[in-house]
């Protein structure tokens, strides 16, 4: 029987644990402000509560019960399973919670009359939480009672602890864990060496033409809009940004010179210009995890936050505008070299990160191929000789804690994407941004708010956008 705690239960689940007798307590999670949505995935985790996920192939839908502060190991499961399983769509999935009338996906056995997978982590707990799927109460169950429910359950280890995978401690540069990544996987039949793997295409004329023009001083309009203009893809795209009702520019852009003087500037050309060619280098892969913003909207939504943020900070601590703007619109870059680098674990990355949303995406990465695509990104353009800043963006965007060269455009990064993720942008899980990264980068939280407000109201002028650059 449950305690009374004057507080509701899904009905659902309270109907499944009373034919079971089983005793359980609610036990509402301490707040401390936030969306519901980051509040919800950061005190699961922060608990070490259990949470659910469903899975699903030709053979049916299976929900699995895991600790919400370890990655499900997909392949494991699978293979414990001879099953060929993924995540649930996110139509159906939110058909689920709406027919039982939940927020979310109680972390409850046979939930729905489901066929039930749980982590052999959650029967090593004195006491378990479990998500109730109702807003933020967990339900509190002593070891003893959980395991009166786990008669017709399949437990198994199917989970790796996310504090092993959340921090690079190697101590080793890029260069060499990559190195290391590509001789981890020989015996899964990648041989080549680092060199031999990453045969990428080069970059474009127009982009290492664009990378020299950045360091002549003398250059000027004419310079660039020669250089863009050789490129009539390029300079069509220049042209469309420049034309799109976000900068509501009076009259028609005639021209690239146009584009440049009237309403973008040099600056902002330059740099919008190396990166739609680097973008447009490697391919779109067309296996996209579901649920995730699709890459280009993502894409001109970072760079788009990232540019109000440095409009926000006082004028003597701001860095330089073009380059903070490229750096958002760069900072998925890795995605696509990834795909072009480990193609055959590609797919598998995409279908871990669905089965695991509570997850950071370098967390993936790092449990699949030793690395992650900001490091394989950050070799890359280093390669290219693209700009320090970006390249330290790159890098550096999901570890906030680096205070080293450039270390601002880095943090500007990982501010806008935070913000975004709170409206359900990007993928993995919304996080609050911390207060220190704020006063960091001489930044204001209301100010931040207010430009991410902003950016909202302009989501269908940026869409249209990101439509151009993903035709």
Not at 22 to 51: F, I
Request: net charge negative.
């Amino acid at each position: 029987m449950s305690e009374d705690t004057g507080l509701p239960v899904p009905e659902s689940v309270k109907e499944l644990l009373s034919t079971r007798n089983v005793a359980y307590s609610l036990s509402p999670a301490p707040r401390d402000g936030g969306t519901e949505r980051v509040w919800h995935q950061h005190h699961l985790r922060s608990l070490g509560a259990a949470k659910s996920q469903i899975l699903q192939d030709e053979q049916g839908q299976v929900l699995v019960l895991i600790p919400a502060d370890c990655l499900l190991d997909l392949n494991v499961v699978n293979r414990r399973l001879g099953r060929d399983l993924r995540a649930i769509p996110t139509g159906q999935l939110r058909r689920f919670i709406d027919e039982h009338q939940l927020e979310s996906v109680p972390a409850v056995p046979n939930m729905a009359g489901l066929p039930t997978l749980v982590d052999r982590r959650l029967l090593k707990r004195d006491d378990l939480l479990l998500d109730s799927g109702f807003g933020d109460q967990l339900l509190r169950l002593k070891q003893a009672d959980f395991q009166q429910i786990l008669s017709d359950v399949n437990v198994s280890d199917i989970t790796v602890p996310l504090a092993q995978l959340e921090t690079d401690t190697s101590g080793l540069d890029d260069h060499t864990q990559v190195q290391n990544a590509v001789h981890k996987f020989t015996g899964m039949r990648i041989k080549q060496r680092l060199e031999e793997t990453l045969e990428l295409p080069p970059l474009p004329k127009s982009a290492n033409r664009i990378i020299k023009l950045r360091v002549d001083r003398n250059a000027d309009v004419s310079d660039l809009a020669e250089i863009v203009e050789m490129d009539p893809s390029l300079a069509a795209q220049v042209i469309s940004w420049a034309s799109s009702p976000y900068y509501s520019t009076p009259g028609k852009i005639k021209s690239l010179h146009d584009a440049i003087v009237r309403v973008l500037g040099f600056d902002m050309v330059l740099n919008l210009s190396l990166g739609l060619a680097m973008g447009k280098t490697l391919k779109l892969p067309e296996d996209l995890p579901q649920g995730t913003t699709p890459y280009w909207q993502m894409a001109v939504y970072t760079a788009t936050t990232v540019e109000g943020l440095v409009g926000a900070i006082p004028r003597a601590h701001r860095p330089s505008f073009g380059l903070a703007y490229l750096s958002g619109l760069l900072s998925n870059f890795g995605y696509l070299v990834l795909a072009e680098v480990f193609p055959p674990y590609f797919n598998v990355i995409n279908r871990y990160t669905e089965a695991n949303p509570h997850v950071q995406h370098e967390m993936i990465d790092r449990h699949i191929l030793g690395i992650t695509r900001e490091q394989l990104a950050s070799c890359l353009t280093e390669l290219w000789s693209v700009p320090p800043e970006i390249v330290t963006a790159l890098r550096h965007q999901n570890t906030p804690e680096y205070d080293g060269d450039h270390h601002e455009y880095a943090k500007l990064v990982h501010v806008a994407q935070l913000l975004l993720s709170q409206r359900g942008f990007g993928s993995g899980p919304s996080t609050e941004v911390p207060v220190h990264l704020y006063e960091q980068l001489n930044l204001q939280p209301d100010a931040a708010a207010a430009v991410l407000d902003d950016v909202m109201k302009s989501l269908d002028e940026l869409d249209g956008i990101a439509r151009q650059l993903g035709g």
